[in-house]
Protein backbone atom coordinates (compact mmCIF):
# COMPACT_ATOMS: atom_id res chain seq x y z
CA UNK A 1 0.00 0.00 0.00
CA UNK A 2 1.47 3.09 -0.76
CA UNK A 3 1.41 5.72 1.89
CA UNK A 4 -0.20 9.01 1.88
CA UNK A 5 0.55 12.65 2.84
CA UNK A 6 -1.27 13.28 6.77
CA UNK A 7 -4.87 15.10 5.50
CA UNK A 8 -4.24 15.72 1.56
CA UNK A 9 -6.34 12.01 1.22
CA UNK A 10 -4.36 11.46 -1.65
CA UNK A 11 -1.03 9.02 -2.13
CA UNK A 12 2.45 10.46 -2.69
CA UNK A 13 4.10 10.05 -5.70
CA UNK A 14 7.50 7.89 -4.70
CA UNK A 15 10.39 9.91 -5.38
CA UNK A 16 14.00 7.93 -6.90
CA UNK A 17 16.29 8.10 -4.17
CA UNK A 18 19.12 7.29 -6.39
CA UNK A 19 22.57 8.93 -6.68
CA UNK A 20 22.73 8.18 -10.05
CA UNK A 21 20.11 7.69 -12.00
CA UNK A 22 19.44 3.73 -13.77
CA UNK A 23 18.82 5.57 -16.87
CA UNK A 24 22.21 7.12 -16.79
CA UNK A 25 24.23 3.55 -16.14
CA UNK A 26 21.79 1.37 -18.74
CA UNK A 27 23.47 1.69 -21.73
CA UNK A 28 26.50 0.83 -20.39
CA UNK A 29 24.93 -2.39 -18.42
CA UNK A 30 23.34 -3.51 -21.66
CA UNK A 31 26.83 -3.28 -23.39
CA UNK A 32 28.55 -5.42 -20.36
CA UNK A 33 25.56 -7.77 -20.84
CA UNK A 34 26.52 -8.53 -24.65
CA UNK A 35 30.12 -8.71 -24.33
CA UNK A 36 29.91 -11.16 -21.38
CA UNK A 37 27.44 -13.52 -23.32
CA UNK A 38 29.79 -13.19 -26.53
CA UNK A 39 32.97 -14.02 -23.82
CA UNK A 40 30.81 -16.83 -22.37
CA UNK A 41 30.14 -18.50 -26.25
CA UNK A 42 33.50 -17.70 -27.42
CA UNK A 43 34.50 -19.78 -24.27
CA UNK A 44 32.37 -22.66 -25.04
CA UNK A 45 33.60 -22.56 -28.85
CA UNK A 46 36.94 -22.83 -28.06
CA UNK A 47 36.22 -24.91 -25.02
CA UNK A 48 34.60 -27.23 -27.88
CA UNK A 49 37.32 -28.53 -29.78
CA UNK A 50 39.09 -30.40 -26.74
CA UNK A 51 36.06 -31.38 -24.59
CA UNK A 52 32.57 -32.27 -25.09
CA UNK A 53 29.44 -29.87 -25.92
CA UNK A 54 27.94 -30.45 -22.68
CA UNK A 55 31.35 -29.70 -20.94
CA UNK A 56 32.09 -26.80 -23.65
CA UNK A 57 28.73 -25.24 -22.27
CA UNK A 58 29.17 -25.66 -18.94
CA UNK A 59 32.41 -23.20 -19.30
CA UNK A 60 31.01 -20.50 -21.03
CA UNK A 61 28.34 -20.47 -18.52
CA UNK A 62 30.85 -20.61 -15.88
CA UNK A 63 33.07 -17.59 -17.63
CA UNK A 64 29.72 -15.33 -19.00
CA UNK A 65 27.21 -15.87 -16.35
CA UNK A 66 28.86 -14.07 -13.37
CA UNK A 67 29.10 -10.76 -15.26
CA UNK A 68 26.09 -10.87 -16.95
CA UNK A 69 24.48 -11.95 -13.38
CA UNK A 70 26.39 -8.87 -11.60
CA UNK A 71 24.88 -6.33 -14.81
CA UNK A 72 20.78 -7.86 -14.45
CA UNK A 73 21.30 -7.02 -10.44
CA UNK A 74 22.43 -3.55 -11.12
CA UNK A 75 20.28 -2.96 -14.07
CA UNK A 76 17.40 -3.99 -11.24
CA UNK A 77 18.25 -2.36 -8.23
CA UNK A 78 16.20 0.69 -7.32
CA UNK A 79 15.74 2.69 -4.38
CA UNK A 80 12.47 5.32 -4.07
CA UNK A 81 10.84 7.07 -0.74
CA UNK A 82 7.40 6.51 -0.68
CA UNK A 83 5.63 8.93 2.02
CA UNK A 84 8.00 7.82 4.79
CA UNK A 85 8.92 4.44 3.89
CA UNK A 86 12.07 3.98 1.70
CA UNK A 87 11.94 0.90 -0.36
CA UNK A 88 14.76 -0.87 -1.84
CA UNK A 89 14.46 -3.01 -4.66
CA UNK A 90 17.08 -5.56 -5.58
CA UNK A 91 17.49 -8.41 -7.88
CA UNK A 92 15.75 -10.94 -5.59
CA UNK A 93 12.60 -9.01 -3.74
CA UNK A 94 12.04 -5.82 -2.21
CA UNK A 95 13.14 -3.91 1.36
CA UNK A 96 11.08 -1.53 2.71
CA UNK A 97 11.92 0.44 5.84
CA UNK A 98 10.02 2.83 7.42
CA UNK A 99 11.21 5.81 8.69
CA UNK A 100 8.28 6.68 11.05
CA UNK A 101 9.20 3.08 12.93
CA UNK A 102 13.43 3.87 12.71
CA UNK A 103 15.14 2.60 15.66
CA UNK A 104 18.51 4.17 14.77
CA UNK A 105 18.99 7.04 12.06
CA UNK A 106 22.94 7.88 11.12
CA UNK A 107 25.28 9.50 8.93
CA UNK A 108 28.01 8.08 7.39
CA UNK A 109 31.66 9.06 5.47
CA UNK A 110 33.50 6.37 3.42
CA UNK A 111 37.05 8.39 3.48
CA UNK A 112 38.74 7.41 0.11
CA UNK A 113 39.55 9.20 -3.16
CA UNK A 114 36.04 9.17 -3.90
CA UNK A 115 34.31 10.06 -0.71
CA UNK A 116 30.75 8.73 0.02
CA UNK A 117 28.50 10.40 2.62
CA UNK A 118 25.41 7.98 3.43
CA UNK A 119 22.29 7.99 5.57
CA UNK A 120 21.67 4.45 7.67
CA UNK A 121 18.28 3.84 8.74
CA UNK A 122 17.80 1.00 11.42
CA UNK A 123 14.17 -0.95 11.91
CA UNK A 124 14.21 -3.57 14.47
CA UNK A 125 16.33 -6.28 11.91
CA UNK A 126 16.30 -4.13 8.26
CA UNK A 127 18.90 -1.90 7.87
CA UNK A 128 18.84 0.61 4.98
CA UNK A 129 21.59 2.66 3.64
CA UNK A 130 20.39 5.38 1.54
CA UNK A 131 23.51 7.34 -0.69
CA UNK A 132 23.40 11.21 -0.12
CA UNK A 133 26.68 12.30 -1.85
CA UNK A 134 30.01 11.39 -3.09
CA UNK A 135 32.90 13.45 -3.60
CA UNK A 136 36.38 13.24 -4.82
CA UNK A 137 39.87 14.62 -4.50
CA UNK A 138 39.58 17.01 -6.92
CA UNK A 139 36.14 18.77 -5.23
CA UNK A 140 33.86 17.16 -7.79
CA UNK A 141 31.24 14.82 -7.00
CA UNK A 142 27.34 14.00 -7.42
CA UNK A 143 24.84 14.89 -4.47
CA UNK A 144 20.99 13.68 -4.31
CA UNK A 145 18.74 15.77 -6.42
CA UNK A 146 16.51 18.48 -4.72
CA UNK A 147 13.67 16.82 -4.47
CA UNK A 148 14.62 13.59 -3.41
CA UNK A 149 16.32 15.35 -0.32
CA UNK A 150 13.45 17.11 0.48
CA UNK A 151 11.10 14.57 0.45
CA UNK A 152 13.60 12.44 2.52
CA UNK A 153 14.34 15.62 4.97
CA UNK A 154 10.39 15.35 5.47
CA UNK A 155 10.49 12.13 6.49
CA UNK A 156 13.09 11.98 8.66
CA UNK A 157 11.57 15.60 10.52
CA UNK A 158 8.45 13.50 11.04
CA UNK A 159 10.09 11.07 13.03
CA UNK A 160 10.38 10.36 17.26
CA UNK A 161 14.40 10.10 16.99
CA UNK A 162 16.20 13.46 17.82
CA UNK A 163 19.01 12.42 15.86
CA UNK A 164 16.61 11.83 12.57
CA UNK A 165 15.43 15.12 13.10
CA UNK A 166 19.23 16.71 13.66
CA UNK A 167 19.97 14.91 10.18
CA UNK A 168 16.70 16.61 9.05
CA UNK A 169 18.15 20.00 9.49
CA UNK A 170 21.54 19.35 7.93
CA UNK A 171 19.45 18.33 4.65
CA UNK A 172 18.00 20.91 4.47
CA UNK A 173 21.14 23.39 4.87
CA UNK A 174 22.59 20.70 1.83
CA UNK A 175 19.28 21.08 0.13
CA UNK A 176 19.30 25.26 0.54
CA UNK A 177 23.15 25.31 -0.25
CA UNK A 178 22.19 23.59 -3.77
CA UNK A 179 19.67 25.47 -4.15
CA UNK A 180 21.50 28.29 -4.50
CA UNK A 181 24.18 26.82 -6.33
CA UNK A 182 26.72 27.46 -3.08
CA UNK A 183 30.17 26.29 -3.55
CA UNK A 184 31.34 22.98 -1.68
CA UNK A 185 32.55 24.58 1.01
CA UNK A 186 29.17 25.54 2.29
CA UNK A 187 27.55 22.77 1.51
CA UNK A 188 27.09 20.31 4.91
CA UNK A 189 27.68 17.17 3.37
CA UNK A 190 31.05 18.38 1.53
CA UNK A 191 31.78 19.73 4.69
CA UNK A 192 30.79 15.67 6.40
CA UNK A 193 33.53 14.66 4.27
CA UNK A 194 36.29 17.42 5.02
CA UNK A 195 35.97 16.83 8.41
CA UNK A 196 36.38 13.30 7.83
CA UNK A 197 39.75 13.99 5.63
CA UNK A 198 40.77 15.94 8.38
CA UNK A 199 41.38 13.01 11.03
CA UNK A 200 42.98 10.91 8.48
CA UNK A 201 40.57 8.04 8.84
CA UNK A 202 40.57 5.38 6.51
CA UNK A 203 37.71 3.34 7.75
CA UNK A 204 33.81 4.32 7.23
CA UNK A 205 32.83 6.68 10.33
CA UNK A 206 29.40 7.48 12.14
CA UNK A 207 29.23 10.79 12.63
CA UNK A 208 28.65 12.01 16.10
CA UNK A 209 25.46 13.93 17.47
CA UNK A 210 27.71 17.10 18.21
CA UNK A 211 29.18 16.49 14.58
CA UNK A 212 25.72 16.45 12.95
CA UNK A 213 24.52 19.28 14.88
CA UNK A 214 27.78 21.21 13.46
CA UNK A 215 27.08 20.26 10.19
CA UNK A 216 23.24 21.97 10.32
Known sequence: MTDATPGSGEPDPPIGLDLVAPEVYAPMLRRLTLAAIGVGLGAALLAAVWVSWPVALLIGLVVGAPTVGYALALRRRRMWLSGTSIHARRLFGERVVSLAAATGVEMLVYPARLSRVVLRVTAGPDVQIVPLAMYT???????????????????????????????SGVLVQQLRAEARDAGLGERPLYRAVTLVRAKDYVSPVVLTDTEVAELG
Not at 141 to 163: N, T, Y
Request: no cysteine; aromatic share 0%; net charge neutral.
Open 137 to 167: DAGSGRELHLLGLRKLADALAASHLAAAVAV
